[in-house]
């Protein structure tokens, strides 16, 4: 026991002996508390505001300030905070230095931040508390500095393909604004959404193809598109087959030419189709109608009481498919359908709404 005890306390020499600072930066020494403390000497106090740095990338706002410039100019940095003061920058070292930081999503209400949409541009906003130090005394006030992640609604869609790609594009608005988002429907050829069906593509009746309905323009997953309903009818007039209903795919004869990979949960939606073609005509014009949702509304097929409330403004995209012959019969096996994609691109839409 005696012995225990005695590698014990040895043991706990050693280990307060050999206790250090976790890891501090360049601008930081290990003081004797073993907290990383500011080394002041690099600062200077020079009467200026603070001037944090704020990035926008990855559909985050980033707020990055230098810790120990704040405590040289008599600012607290263990308080730092945005409009709703539960958001509170930490400490964090990037490239060596002593930062306090804050990465926040874009989601409006998110920290307090304000969504403002106007024709050209999403703008969210917040506002950044750093308080002066009161301890022993207070040289500075209080700092209140406005800040703000702006995207561009509009830029030109860089889909980077030298062949005609098939898009449909249309407008849609944003609940409770008087703006419109663009709005495209493009199809894959691959099950990853990486290639573009082009015009030069065959397509085989029976084959899949992936159809996704998205935002272009914008990499912040703030508005959810919902799919409501995809038809499919000719080109010309002609009869209209629903592939999907209230969000949920059809059953009876369009049963299994379409399923959901996702839906109301992003910016995107997808749709897994199977070519097939109308009995007597040649094209293929498949049509979404579609909402904006600021929030998840992901609709669960599942359940049995489909009630995809339709309320709100809907939008309408299409893209279009062209057969190059019609092949009217043949043996089930041998039957192929070269559809080859109208060159047209097909603007849609739409309603604009109230
Ligand atoms: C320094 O470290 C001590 C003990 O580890 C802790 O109680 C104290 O709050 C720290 N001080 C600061 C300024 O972080
Ligand atoms: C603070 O930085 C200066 C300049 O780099 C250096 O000479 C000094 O040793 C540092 N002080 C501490 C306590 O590390
Ligand atoms: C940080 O500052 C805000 C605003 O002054 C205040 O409401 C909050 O209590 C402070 N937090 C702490 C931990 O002191
Ligand atoms: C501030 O954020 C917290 C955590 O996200 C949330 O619970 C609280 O309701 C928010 N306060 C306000 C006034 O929005
Ligand atoms: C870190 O350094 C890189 C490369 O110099 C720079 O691009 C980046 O903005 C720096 N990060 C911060 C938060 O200053
Ligand atoms: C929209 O807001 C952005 C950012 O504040 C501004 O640069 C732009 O001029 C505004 N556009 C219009 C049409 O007001
Ligand atoms: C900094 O703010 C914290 C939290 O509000 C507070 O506990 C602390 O006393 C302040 N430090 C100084 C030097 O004012
Ligand atoms: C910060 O400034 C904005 C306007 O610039 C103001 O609306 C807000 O009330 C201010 N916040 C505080 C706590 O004074
Ligand atoms: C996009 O910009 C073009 C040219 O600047 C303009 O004609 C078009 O109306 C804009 N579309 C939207 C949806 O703002
Ligand atoms: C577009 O494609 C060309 C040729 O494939 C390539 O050199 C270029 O880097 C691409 N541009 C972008 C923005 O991806
Ligand atoms: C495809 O269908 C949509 C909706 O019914 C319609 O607005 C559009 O004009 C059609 N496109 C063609 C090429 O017929
Ligand atoms: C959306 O839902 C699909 C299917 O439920 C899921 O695989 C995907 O990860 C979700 N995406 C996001 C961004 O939550």
Not at 15 to 26: K, P
Not at 161 to 184: A, F, W
Not at 215 to 222: G, H, K
Not at 324 to 342: G, K, R
């Amino acid at each position: 026991m005696k012995t225990f005890l005695a590698v014990t306390v040895i043991l706990s020499i050693i280990l307060s002996a050999h206790a250090a600072c976790e890891v501090c930066a360049s601008d930081e020494y290990c003081d004797a508390s073993t907290n990383c403390s500011c080394n002041s000497t690099l600062y200077s106090n020079i009467g200026k505001t603070p001037e944090p740095k704020i990035d926008c990338s990855g559909g985050t706002m980033n707020v990055f300030i230098s810790k120990c410039w704040l405590e040289k100019n008599g600012y607290n940095s263990t308080n730092i905070t945005l409009t709703n003061n539960t958001c509170v920058a930490a400490r964090e070292i990037v490239n060596d230095t002593a930062l306090m930081t804050l990465h926040r999503s874009l989601a409006p209400g998110d920290c307090g931040n304000t969504l403002y949409v106007n024709s050209s541009h999403v703008i969210y906003s917040n506002h950044l508390y750093i308080h002066a130090k009161t301890s022993p005394i207070q040289t500075r006030n209080d700092v209140n500095l406005s800040i703000s992640c702006v995207y561009p609604l509009n830029s030109t869609i860089t889909l980077n393909v030298t062949l005609k790609p098939v898009i449909g594009t249309t407008v849609i608005n944003i609940p409770d604004t008087q703006t419109t988002l663009p709005v495209n429907m493009v199809v894959y050829k691959d099950n990853i959404f990486s290639t573009l069906l082009s015009v030069d593509d065959p397509l085989y009746v029976d084959s899949t193809v992936y159809l996704s309905v998205y935002i272009p323009d914008i990499n912040v997953d703030t508005f959810k598109i919902k799919v409501l309903r995809i038809y499919a009818s000719p080109a010309e007039n002609g009869p209209t087959f629903d592939l999907l209903k209230d969000g949920c795919p059809t059953t009876g004869l369009t049963a299994n030419l379409l399923s959901v990979a996702n839906n109301g949960n992003s910016s995107e939606s997808r749709f897994l189709m199977k070519v097939f073609q109308i009995t007597g005509y040649k094209t293929l014009n498949i049509t979404a109608e579609l909402q904006i949702c600021t929030q998840n509304c992901q609709i669960d097929c599942s359940t049995q009481s489909k009630s995809a409330s339709s309320q709100g403004n809907t939008g309408f995209v299409s893209v279009l498919l062209t057969a190059d012959e019609l092949y009217e019969n043949s043996s089930a096996n041998t039957f192929s359908l070269t559809w080859t994609l109208s060159s047209v691109l097909l603007a849609l839409i739409l309603e604009k709404l109230v």
